[in-house]
């Protein structure tokens, strides 16, 4: 199989030839952008006038809309492929007619050449102009297509008082926001939001969404836009990017704006939140603070809103603060982002398991509780640096990072299932008069009482420069170094006792001392052949060094002559005598890459016809050198390894019948080298249950992935409809499987590692949006997984495997009217799972409920969402149960919107829960987490926002 896909992918590099015969070596585009010399907006529809050098005309033409912010206009001409010189006049009736001469010297291989802005002065002159009477009746429309853009007019929209974005955005026919803030337009997901054509928190859309009053948009636009590598050089050499444009109305384009908000509730809950921006067409700075104990650890826009998540883990108190510095110029010469983030977290959190381990001989059951405290803080400060005339581009990263940290964790291993949940077994346990059954079923049991602090830094620099040469081919540079360092000490009280009466219990106080150290450096080079028909053909060479030294000292203070722990001082860890050698590894390691890699590429765009068209077909040969030294106490072991890594990735992406129809194909193999450290022939014993052995004879891995994806939107009754397919399927070959050697007597494993072959899975889904009545009130969404995962691993020297299938179906009925908005929906999930020698495994997740939001009388919004979560199937009995889970909030506005007062309450019948199974080859777990308790909250929120009194357009 390996050499067939070799084989295929060299096939289609040879197939160039028979592109560059098929050159068209007669014409190109000439396009010139024609925009305010002033604010730099585009110029619509001025007139266009192209003469030769001797004033012969040879087109008249209209500016149309173009790629990039501000409405930028342009006007292109299809013109002979030769030297020549061109007079330019472009007329508009409130614009001084402007007037340039160019030349073109080298047309070479370009696919168009562009040429310098024309900019255009205001005509202040006053102008008398008689208007007779008129009566005119309008009816915004909603949502219309121009060219390759879904546009959405705000105005057409009536949201109550104080709406922002997001309310907005979740009116919009065929858009869907989800809860982590990813949009969806038409079934397909939106890479990330603009501000006016200008990034705004890239890739963090709830910053947007949950900050930017409804008021001040006037247009939602959504697009493909081209990277910004393939910005600076003209050309679409990349795939270009889903984004929604959020344009706003001329009297808001520049000013300030911002919220704070302030609650109190039950159950001790409080919250705080601040956010400013002010903003100009070339400059954005952004501010935010956030202080709670809900649960809200996230920034405004990092993955989900301000609000609180559904079924949220433990209990979390967060501080942070952090903003956004973006400036550019009018001209486009250069674009800064700067970002800082600092935050302080500390959350008590508690987890239950109930595990069971597939085993020939018999399966065990493991039981198990943790509580544990973690305090944390972080400090994170990129930079982006664009300077887009010369193709230069910085990107900087500093991130510092302290915790702190304890737990107290208590788990058993049994011979036999029991009915009792998790707590009711290990209280059982630990006892002093545990039952005479619970003892003979008993393996063994583990307690541990533990501390750990450290911290750690990594600090990050990359360069890159790209370039078009005269003659139409394109040369790149690139240079990045990362730099990292950690620092953690430990402290653990472990009590290990075996229940057949044999073997002695292991005691431990232990005192870790960890330190690593690593660098990573990485250059390349890249050149682009462009040919005339679109086609291009890259080369690459690159090299990446990797370097680490990690230090893991391990100290057994109970060898401590005499020791009492609550007397011991740290300083004794000093005497070497006290440091567990065999278990205190010291491992050096470098890692070398060299790679040479080719690709054939095609990104073409009909805008005319609304097709968009990409194809790539690459080969990466990587030359991987691995060279390390592990010490463990006495026994030093050197390794090197040498190998030849092939990596083909393929890409096809079609969109077609004005951008309604888009296919998309991926494959893609991934050959990973074996860690060089697995590799040693080392033992760890450190953890007297889970013994760890080497494998010298471990081989390479690799990884064959497909997708196949389809989606089309069509009209359902004056509103769009959508239709996504999607599936993947990937093959494992010389997976590296973790052998576990099972001791009956005391429940102890030993793990080698060792490759296995046989592992596969597949995933597809089906989403479907539709309006089924005339009136288009009503909404249908649906969606279908299915996923299919042939686990195979080993144990005791035998091949396991576990056949699992995983299928969900959810469905969504929802409808509109202008006061209220009701859905209902639900859903149901069956993880079944079949292995050799154990019954078979199956669990059933459901839900169903319903979500109202009404605009009711005095101004008042109200909205409500009541949902049943229902589990069946599990083993501990404790898990199996029905959970409603019932939120609601009321609004009332102030003030124009200006002052909202919000009344929330969160679980009001004190039933959430957080549950979930995993599974593999070798077990299945089922873990119940710590969740937020109910409580009752009111808040109040003040919106403000000012602007200048009047624009320059």
């Known amino acids: 199989m390996k050499l067939s896909i070799k084989t295929l992918c060299l096939c289609g590099l040879l197939f160039v030839p028979s592109v560059v015969s098929a050159i068209d070596r007669d014409s190109l585009y000439i396009a010139q952008f024609v925009q305010n010399s002033f604010t730099r907006y585009g110029v619509r529809n001025a007139l266009v006038t192209v003469m030769d050098s001797t004033g012969h005309v040879i087109d008249t033409l209209r500016t149309e809309p173009g790629n990039g912010s501000h409405d930028a206009q342009v006007w292109t001409l299809n013109v002979p492929r030769r030297p020549a010189k061109f007079r330019i006049r472009v007329e508009h009736p409130d614009y001084v007619t402007g007037e340039m001469t160019v030349e073109m010297k080298h047309p070479a291989r370009l696919n168009s050449y562009r040429l310098p802005d024309m900019l255009l002065e205001r005509n202040f002159e006053e102008k008398e102009v008689a208007l007779g009477e008129a009566t005119v009746t309008a009816t915004r429309v909603k949502l219309y297509h121009k060219g390759d853009t879904i546009v959405v007019d705000a105005r057409a929209f009536k949201l109550s008082e104080g709406s922002m974005l997001e309310s907005l955005v979740q009116s919009v026919p065929g858009c869907e926001l989800r809860e982590n803030g990813d949009i969806y337009m038409n079934g397909r997901k939106v890479d990330y939001l603009t501000l006016n054509g200008k990034e705004f928190f890239k890739g963090d859309n709830r910053i947007m969404l949950d900050n930017l009053p409804y008021y001040t948009v006037d247009k939602l636009q959504f697009f493909n836009q081209r990277s910004e590598r393939s910005e600076m050089l003209g050309v679409d050499l990349e795939r270009p990017d889903y984004v929604m444009n959020v344009k706003l109305k001329k009297e808001y384009s520049i000013g300030y704006l911002g919220n704070v908000e302030a609650g109190a509730g039950t159950e001790e809950r409080w919250m705080g939140r601040a956010f400013a921006l002010r903003f100009t067409d070339n400059s954005r700075l952004s501010l935010y603070v956030n202080a709670n104990n809900v649960n809200n650890t996230r920034t405004p826009g990092e993955n989900g809103g301000w609000g609180e998540q559904n079924n949220p883990v433990g209990d979390t108190d967060t501080y942070n603060l952090g903003g956004e510095w973006l400036t550019d110029d009018k001209m486009g010469r250069y674009k800064d982002v700067l970002k800082a983030k600092l935050q302080w977290n500390k959350a008590k959190n508690e987890e239950r398991t109930a595990s069971q381990q597939f085993l020939q001989d018999g399966d065990v059951f493991g039981y198990g509780n943790s509580v544990s405290t973690d305090r944390n803080f972080s400090l994170n400060a990129d930079n982006h640096l664009a300077l887009k005339r010369i193709g230069l581009v910085s990107d900087s990263r500093f991130a510092y990072a302290n915790f702190d940290k304890d737990a107290t964790t208590r788990s058993a291993l049994l011979s036999a299932q029991q009915e009792e949940g998790t ?193 790539s077909a690459e080969l990466d040969a990587c030359y991987a050198n691995q060279d390390g030294v592990f010490s463990r106490g006495e026994r030093t ?286 077990a299945r777990t089922e873990t119940w987490q710590l969740s937020l308790p109910s409580y009752f909250m009111i808040s109040l929120q003040v919106k403000f926002n000012k602007n200048p009194k009047k624009q320059i357009e």
């Open 637 to 922: 072991v050197g390794l090197s390894d040498h190998r030849w890594l092939f990596n083909p990735t393929v890409n096809f992406e079609y969109e077609t019948r004005n951008w309604r129809d888009r296919y998309a194909f991926h494959y893609e193999t991934k050959m990973q080298a074996p860690n060089l450290l697995q590799t040693a022939d080392l033992t760890d014993t450190s953890n007297p249950l889970a013994i760890q052995n080497g494998n010298p004879d471990l081989r390479p891995s690799t990884n064959h992935m497909f997708s196949l994806h389809y989606n089309t939107r069509f009209t359902s009754n004056g509103k769009y409809g959508y239709l996504v397919a999607h599936s993947e399927f990937s093959i494992m070959q010389n997976l590296v499987a973790m052998n576990a050697a099972y001791n009956t007597n005391t429940g102890a494993y030993t793990y080698t590692p060792v490759n296995v072959n046989g592992n596969w899975n597949t995933y597809s889904s089906l989403d479907f949006s539709n309006y089924p009545t005339k009136d288009g009130r009503l909404n249908m969404k649906t969606k279908t997984t299915y996923s299919y995962i042939h686990s195979v691993d080993m144990k005791d020297n035998a091949r396991s495997t576990v056949a699992q299938h995983v299928v969900g179906q959810n469905l969504k009925f929802e409808y509109k009217r202008s006061i209220f908005t009701i859905a209902l929906l639900g859903g149901i999930s069956w993880n079944g799972m079949r292995t050799a020698g154990t019954d078979d495994i199956n669990i059933f997740n459901f839900n169903y409920g319903a979500i109202l939001q009404a605009n009711l009388p005095l101004k008042i919004r109200f909205s409500t969402d009541i949902k049943m979560y229902s589990r069946r199937g599990y083993t501990d009995a404790s898990l199996c149960t029905d959970d409603l889970l019932w939120n609601a909030q009321m609004e009332r506005p102030f003030c124009r919107g200006r002052l909202l007062v919000s009344a929330r309450t969160f679980d009001l019948l004190h039933q959430i829960s957080s549950t979930h199974t995993t599974y593999n080859s070798q």
């Open 423 to 615: 707590l009711q077994v290990l209280d059982s346990i630990f006892s002093a008069n545990r039952s005479s059954e619970m003892t003979r079923l008993l393996v063994n049991s583990v307690s541990d009482v533990a501390t750990a602090s450290g911290h750690e830094w990594t600090a990050e620099q990359k360069f890159s420069y790209d370039t078009e040469l005269p003659w139409g081919d394109y040369f790149a540079l690139g240079a990045e170094g990362t730099w990292n360092g950690k620092k953690e000490n430990g402290n653990s009280d472990y009590w290990l006792k075996y229940a057949n009466g044999e073997t002695p219990d292991d005691i431990q106080q232990r005192l870790t001392k960890a330190s690593s150290r690593s660098y990573k450096l990485h250059f390349n080079a890249h050149y682009t052949i462009h040919f005339l028909t679109g086609w291009n053909l890259s080369f690459d060479v690159a090299h990446n060094h990797q370097h680490s030294n990690k230090e893991n000292d391990l100290y057994r203070l109970d060898w401590a002559e005499n020791s009492d722990t609550d007397n011991l001082l740290p300083s004794v860890t000093d005497y070497l005598s006290l440091r567990d050698d065999a278990n205190s590894p010291h491992n050096v390691s470098t890692q070398r890459e060299e790679h040479v890699s080719t690709m054939l590429s095609r990104t073409h765009v009909d805008r005319q016809r609304g097709r968009f068209v990409l194809f």
